[in-house]
């Protein structure tokens, strides 16, 4: 079964920062463009970072652009996703999922194997 399995969420303080990753299974990972989602409680799903297959291309969301940064290892399977001077408004559920190599849209719609995210809460 293709899916991808995030980890790395955690409870942080404003001002500081953590890295998800985000490990492909039962497909081979070089072969999507790799897109990081969030979603909050009673908020629409939305689109951070994307970044295309074998160029490394990357777009971001306006509201993590200059503190966000996505990146790939396709020898490992797996993306990341490393986020600084986090805020509560970071706080939310991120899921990783992929999509045809060279796309670069933060866009859900195109994009599949969704994982079960992982829980990002930032409070002081």
């Known amino acids: 079964q293709e899916q991808f399995v995030e980890s790395g969420g955690d409870s942080v303080q404003p001002g500081r920062s953590l890295r998800l990753s985000c490990v492909a299974s039962?497909?081979?990972?070089?072969?999507?463009?790799i897109g990081w989602f969030r979603q909050a409680p009673g908020k629409e799903r939305e689109g951070v970072a994307c970044?295309?297959?074998?160029?490394?291309?990357?777009v971001y969301g306006n509201s993590v652009r200059g503190r966000f940064a996505i990146s790939r290892d396709n020898a490992l399977n797996t993306a990341y996703l490393l986020m600084d001077d986090l805020k509560p408004e970071d706080t939310a559920v991120y899921f990783c999922?992929?999509?045809?190599?060279?796309?670069?849209?933060?866009?859900?719609?195109?994009?599949?194997?969704w994982g079960q995210g992982t829980q990002v809460t930032v409070s002081s």
């Open positions: 999922a992929a999509a045809p190599p060279l796309l670069l849209s933060l866009k859900s719609s195109w994009y599949k194997y």
């Open positions: 039962g497909f081979t990972l070089d072969d999507y463009a």
């Open positions: 970044i295309s297959s074998s160029d490394g291309r990357t």
